[in-house]
């Protein structure tokens, strides 16, 4: 298959070299001294004390690739709109696009389900309705990535959690498809677990409940996930967030499983974090936002969720990384 990493940071090299290696013909957007090294050099993909190194096609310009079969967009929520000047020159005839980002998409209206339960205005995640002009309803695929990985040097990726590297896919109106079947076949193929989804959103809600809580307190503190997981202070404030996200989760998607406690967690900063510390715009609007936005349509009582995002928005525009 032709696969385009658009926005190949930390998770989407590391896809890329995995699925390379599977024998994919894979193009990686990517810019800056990442780009640079990867001409030079290839991608390298670090797994413990293993090494990777790929032969990728390498572009801060879309153009430069041609039409793709599949692009898998792994850009944060906060540079999704990238995609609408750049898209439209990866694009045959059935080109389908991954969205697999952090929190709530842009696209979480288009295709739900008539039983499930309206939903807030989320016009502010695609401002100007910049995307839904160019990406086509029916090439939108939903995706969710459950792998922690970093930019070591330029070129080079360490993978933080071997044990578990998942990119869930699913239509954006669940549908069976051929084309979910072939390309979670071809992830399975290259070491990229990606099991049957028989709803997405369900997906999603599964993984914001960790983002809303724990993550948005590993901001507010700069702990890491496991030592907040560890903190004495926090065994009673954890729960009591969980509580309240599981409500919003299961309004929307009774399926939902509840989570009352943080499981096994990496001795890792959770990307928020890591965007706040090093100066680039956070996910605010996706992760803290949105779900925000969500209890409130659903006339759900979240005080504790409401305080951390409030304190999470406060922090972001103290540094100038948040604008909403």
């Known amino acids: ?74 850009l944060k929520a906060t540079g999704v709109s990238a995609l609408a000047t750049g898209l439209k020159p990866l694009l045959g005839d059935d080109t389908a696009i991954v969205f697999a980002q952090n929190g709530i998409p842009w696209w979480y209206d288009l295709g739900r389900a008539a039983a499930h339960p309206a939903i807030p205005d989320l016009s502010f995640l695609d401002p100007g309705r910049r995307l839904r002009a160019v990406v086509p309803k029916g090439s939108i695929i939903g995706g969710v990535v459950f792998s922690s990985n970093e930019v070591i040097t330029p070129g080079v990726v360490a993978n933080l959690t071997p044990e578990r590297n998942r990119l869930a896919i699913g239509e954006c109106d669940d549908r069976p498809s051929e084309r979910i079947v072939r390309l979670r076949a071809a992830l399975n193929d290259a070491k990229i677990e990606s099991p049957d989804v028989a709803e997405i959103r369900e997906t999603i809600w599964s993984k914001l409940l960790t983002n809303m809580s724990m993550s948005v307190v590993c901001l507010l503190t700069g702990l890491t996930a496991r030592a907040l997981r ?68 659903a006339g759900l009582s979240t005080p504790m969720l409401d305080l951390m995002a409030s304190l999470a928005i406060q922090k972001a525009r103290g540094k100038a990384l948040y604008q909403g």
């Open 1 to 74: 298959m032709r696969i385009c990493i658009f926005g190949a940071g930390a998770v989407g090299s590391h896809f890329a070299v995995r699925l390379a290696r599977a024998g994919h013909d894979i193009s990686c957007v990517m810019r800056g001294p990442h780009l640079d090294a990867v001409r030079a050099r290839g991608l390298t993909l670090k797994v413990g004390d293993t090494e990777f190194t790929a032969s990728v096609k390498a572009s801060a310009d879309p153009a430069a690739l041609g039409p793709q079969d599949v692009v898998i967009s792994t």
């Open 230 to 297: 560890d903190d004495p202070d926090m065994q009673d404030v954890i729960p009591r967030l969980l509580e309240e996200a599981n409500a919003v989760a299961q309004h929307y998607i009774p399926a939902v499983k509840r989570v009352t406690r943080s499981g096994p967690a990496p001795d890792h900063k959770p990307s928020i974090l890591q965007d706040f510390e090093l100066g680039r715009a956070m996910e605010i609007d996706a992760l803290v936002r949105a779900p925000a936005a969500f209890a409130r349509a």
